[in-house]
C-alpha cells in the first residue's frame, strides 16, 4: 500500500514534465535569455560581452524613441477607443432588432483576415495613387493627391483606421454576448419607469456591460501596445521611422541591424510598459468596482 | 505549516492535490524531482535531435538554404542538372524574409542544424563569419577555376580576405538603368554617354509629361545615392564603407544636393507608389529605372521582350573619372561551413557550381550574367553589358548595400527612405547615418 502510495506520484513527475519542458523551453527560456541579452552587446557571432545598463541608456538618448512611443501610445488609444466604441455602437443598435445578425456579420468578416493580411490589402488601398486617391478624386473629395502612407503622422492613423476595420466586428460580438447576457429585469424595471433611448443606456445598459467592458478594453490595449504585423507588412516603420512603433523598434534592431542586445533591451521595456499600463488599468477598474460594491 | 520531510508523505500530499483536498503547499524537493524529470527528457530530446547526417557520412543530396525564395524553380532546375552530371542532387530551402533567414544561418553556427550549402551576402557580412573562422576556405577552387578560365581576377577581390578565398559567386549583378525604349524612339531620345545627356534626357521626358526614373522609399532607396556618390567621388565612396569618411563630408552633402534638385525637377516617381517597378516601367509610369541586372528576370516576366520593349545602359558618372565609368556590381556568395555536414559533398557541389554547364543554366534560366565568362548569355543586351564590363573602360565597385555595414546599413536607409518623401532635411539625416557610423566604427577598433 505504501508502495503504491509513493510510486503514484513519482510516475505523475514524468507525466508532468513534457509540459514544464514546453512551458520551460517555449515561455521562461526566451524571456530569461531575451533579458540575459538586454544587459550585453551582441551581434548573434562573437560571444555577447556584458554592458551593464549601457543599451538602456542608449535606448533613451535613441532620437527615434520619442517617434515610436508617440506612435505606441497613439496605437494603445486610438487602435482601444475607436474599435470599441463601434463595436459597441453596432452592438447595441443591432440588439434585439429583426435581422440583426445579417447587419453585424459583415462587420466580423474581417477578422478572418491574419495581420499580415490586412496590411496588404490595406497597403494597396492606401499607396501613393491608390485605390483610396482614386476613390477620393472620384469623389471630388479633397486628400485625392494625399501621400497617406509617406505622411507623419497620418500613416499612423490611416492604419489605426485599416486595424479599426478588422477589430469593430469582433469587439461587436462580444458587446452582443454581454448584452445577451445582463439581466433583464432591471431594464424592463427602468423601461416601466419611463427610461428609454439613451437614458436606459447611459444609467441601465452601460453600467450593466462595464465588466465585460473592462476586458474588452484591457485586451484591446495589450494587442495595440504590441502591434507589429501591420506597420511591419505596410511601411517597415518608415518612411524614415516615423511610423515606427516599440515592437517595431526591437524588431528593426534585433533582427535588420543584428544589435540583439540592444532589440532585447526594447523588449525588456516594452514589457515593463505594456505590463504596467495593462496592470494599471485593470488594478484601476477592479478596485473602482470594490469600491462601487 | 511544515512540508512533509519524506517521499512518502510527500506522495501524499500531491494525492490530496489530485483528489482537491487538502494541499496548501507544494513541496521543496518536487521542484527537485520535476526538475530532475526535466533534465532528463531534455537529454533524451537532444539526443534525438544530433544530426544524424554529419560525422563523416555520404550523401547524394544536398540541400542549399537561401534567401531567395523566388528563385526556387531555377534552384530546382540546377539541382536535377547536378544529378546528371555529378550524381549529386540539390534540394533547394529558399526564404524570403532577410532576417529570418540571417538569423537561422546564425544560429545554425553554433548548433548541430547545418546547411550543407547557403547563399550570404559579400562584403561585411561575408567578412564577419569568415572571422568567426566557421566558412570552409575555396582557395584550391578558385586557383583552379581562375587557371581553367571559370572565374575571374576581377571577382576575386569580392571573395577574398586576409589573402584567402572563401565561397563562391552564387550570382553576380552590375547595376545599370532599364530603360523602355519604347517611349525612347518616340520622343527620339538615345541612350546617354554623359552625365549631361542623361539629364537632358530627364528633362525632355518631364516636358512631355512622362516621370523619368524610378523611387522608393523602402529598401531600394540607397540607390541614387549609390550611384550619385560613386559616380561624383568613388574614392569617398570607398571611404564611407571602410569607416574612414564622414557622411558629413562635403562630398557626401553636394550629393544629397544633386539628388534634392533632381527630386524637385519631377525626376522622380512618387516613392510611396508600390506598384510594381517592371509594371511600371511597362505601362510607361516611369520611362527608366536603376536596378541589378537580376531585374532583367522581372522585365520578362511582365512579358517585355529584350532589345524591343525596353534596353539597358550604363548610368555615366556625374563627374567624369579618367575616361572610366564607374559601375556598381554586386555579387551574391555560396557558401559551404567548416564543419559543414557531408563536407566532401559540399566542397564537390562548389566546384561543379562554377563550370560553364552549371553556370550556363543557371544564368539563362534566370535570365542574368553569370561570374563564369565561358558562358554565352543569351540576352544580347545582357551579353553587351557583360562584356563591356570586364574592359578598362568600366571599373566596378560594391553595391552599398555590401559595402556597408549592417547598423550603418539600417540607419541609412531609414535616412534615405526619409529623405525620398522629403528632400528638404538631408543635413539632420546625414548626422543621423555619421551617428550610427562612428558608433559601428569605434565599437569595430575596440
Known amino acids: 500500500m505504501a508502495r503504491s502510495r509513493t510510486l503514484a506520484p513519482r510516475s505523475g513527475f514524468g507525466f508532468v514534465a513534457p509540459a514544464v519542458l514546453l512551458v520551460a523551453a517555449l515561455l521562461y527560456a526566451p524571456f530569461l535569455w531575451t533579458l540575459y541579452l538586454g544587459f550585453h552587446e551582441y551581434d548573434g557571432l562573437r560571444p555577447a560581452e556584458f554592458i551593464g545598463l549601457d543599451n538602456f541608456t542608449r535606448l533613451l538618448e535613441d532620437p527615434a524613441l520619442a517617434t515610436s512611443v508617440r506612435n505606441t501610445l497613439m496605437w494603445a488609444v486610438g487602435g482601444t477607443a475607436i474599435p470599441v466604441a463601434l463595436g459597441l455602437l453596432i452592438a447595441v443598435l443591432s440588439y434585439g432588432i429583426r435581422g440583426g445578425t445579417w447587419y453585424r456579420l459583415p462587420f466580423l468578416l474581417p477578422y478572418a483576415l491574419s495581420g499580415a493580411g490586412l496590411a496588404v490589402i490595406w497597403g494597396f488601398i492606401l499607396q501613393s495613387g491608390g485605390a483610396f486617391n482614386d476613390v477620393l478624386g472620384a469623389l471630388g473629395l479633397p486628400g485625392a493627391d494625399t501621400r497617406f502612407l509617406l505622411e507623419d503622422p497620418q500613416n499612423t492613423l490611416v492604419m489605426i483606421m485599416a486595424f479599426t476595420w478588422q477589430q469593430v466586428g469582433v469587439n461587436a460580438l462580444l458587446f452582443m454576448v454581454g448584452l445577451q447576457s445582463i439581466p433583464q429585469e432591471p431594464i424592463e424595471a427602468a423601461r416601466l419607469d419611463g427610461a428609454s433611448g439613451w437614458r436606459l443606456f447611459r444609467h441601465i445598459t452601460w453600467p450593466l456591460l462595464a465588466p465585460l467592458t473592462t476586458v474588452v478594453i484591457g485586451l484591446s490595449l495589450v494587442a495595440t501596445l504590441k502591434t507589429f504585423d501591420i506597420v511591419w507588412v505596410t511601411t517597415q516603420g518608415g518612411p524614415g521611422r516615423s511610423s515606427e512603433v516599440l515592437a517595431v523598434t526591437m524588431y528593426r534592431n534585433a533582427f535588420v541591424a543584428h544589435e540583439y542586445g540592444y532589440g532585447s533591451a526594447v523588449a525588456l521595456a516594452l514589457t515593463v510598459v505594456a505590463g504596467a499600463v495593462s496592470f494599471g488599468y485593470l488594478r484601476r477598474q477592479l478596485s473602482a468596482k470594490r469600491g462601487a460594491a | ?446
Not at chain 2, 167 to 184: D, E, G, H, R
Not at chain 2, 429 to 434: M, S, V
Open chain 2, 1 to 446: 505549516m511544515t512540508y512533509p520531510p519524506t517521499g512518502e508523505k510527500e506522495g501524499t500530499a500531491i494525492m490530496r492535490m489530485g483528489t482537491g483536498k487538502s494541499a496548501d503547499h507544494v513541496p521543496k524537493s518536487m521542484i527537485g524531482r520535476v526538475g530532475v524529470a526535466l533534465v532528463a527528457t531534455m537529454l533524451v530530446l537532444a539526443a534525438c535531435g544530433e544530426d544524424g547526417g554529419g560525422g563523416g557520412g555520404t550523401t547524394d543530396n544536398l540541400k542549399l538554404y537561401n534567401d531567395k525564395g523566388a528563385w526556387e524553380e531555377f534552384f530546382r532546375e540546377v539541382g536535377e542538372l547536378s544529378q546528371e552530371e555529378i550524381g549529386l542532387s540539390m534540394e533547394p530551402v529558399g526564404y524570403t524574409d532577410e532576417p529570418t533567414y540571417e538569423a537561422f544561418i546564425m544560429a545554425s553556427f553554433r548548433t548541430n542544424v547545418k546547411p550543407d550549402l547557403f547563399t550570404w551576402s559579400t562584403g561585411h557580412r561575408l567578412n564577419e563569419i569568415v572571422r568567426e573562422g566557421v566558412i570552409a576556405e575555396t582557395t584550391d577552387l578558385w586557383t583552379e577555376a581562375i587557371a581553367n578560365g571559370d572565374l575571374t581576377e576581377s571577382l576575386k577581390p569580392y571573395y577574398t580576405i586576409d589573402g584567402k578565398q572563401y565561397c563562391v559567386p552564387l550570382n553576380t549583378a552590375y547595376w545599370v538603368m532599364f530603360y523602355n525604349k519604347q517611349i525612347f524612339d518616340e520622343l527620339g531620345l538615345q541612350p546617354p554617354s554623359t552625365w549631361e545627356d542623361l539629364i537632358s534626357i530627364a528633362d525632355t521626358l518631364v516636358e512631355n509629361g512622362i516621370t523619368p526614373f524610378y523611387h522608393t522609399a523602402v529598401l531600394f532607396s540607397f540607390v541614387w545615392f549609390q550611384q550619385l556618390m560613386v559616380g561624383s567621388d568613388p574614392a569617398l565612396y570607398n571611404a564611407l564603407s571602410e569607416g574612414t569618411a564622414s557622411y558629413t563630408d562635403p562630398g557626401v552633402v553636394a550629393v544629397m544636393e544633386e539628388w534634392k534638385q533632381m527630386i524637385d525637377k519631377g525626376y522622380f516617381s512618387d516613392p510611396g507608389d508600390e506598384t510594381d517597378p517592371a509594371a511600371q516601367l511597362k505601362s510607361g509610369k516611369v520611362a527608366m529605372g536603376a536596378w541589378g541586372t537580376w531585374f532583367n528576370t522581372s522585365m520578362t516576366q511582365q512579358e517585355m521582350t529584350p532589345g524591343e520593349d525596353y534596353g539597358m545602359f550604363f548610368i555615366p558618372n556625374r563627374v567624369p573619372q579618367n575616361n572610366q565609368t564607374a559601375v556598381l556590381f554586386e555579387s551574391g556568395p555560396l557558401c559551404m561551413l567548416e564543419d559543414a555536414p557531408y563536407r566532401d559533398e559540399s566542397m564537390r557541389y562548389l566546384e561543379w557550381w562554377v563550370t560553364p554547364s552549371a553556370q550556363e543554366l543557371w544564368s539563362n534560366s534566370r535570365g542574368d550574367v553569370s561570374g563564369n565568362p565561358k558562358v554565352e548569355i543569351a540576352d544580347p543586351g545582357l551579353n553587351e553589358i557583360t562584356q563591356a564590363a570586364g574592359t578598362d573602360d568600366y571599373v566596378l565597385y560594391n553595391r552599398y548595400f555590401e559595402a556597408t555595414p549592417a547598423p550603418v546599413l539600417t540607419a541609412a536607409l531609414d535616412a534615405f527612405g526619409a529623405f525620398v518623401v522629403n528632400p528638404d532635411e538631408y543635413h539632420s539625416l546625414l548626422e543621423t547615418i555619421q551617428q550610427a557610423n562612428e558608433d559601428y566604427w569605434a565599437g569595430a577598433d575596440g
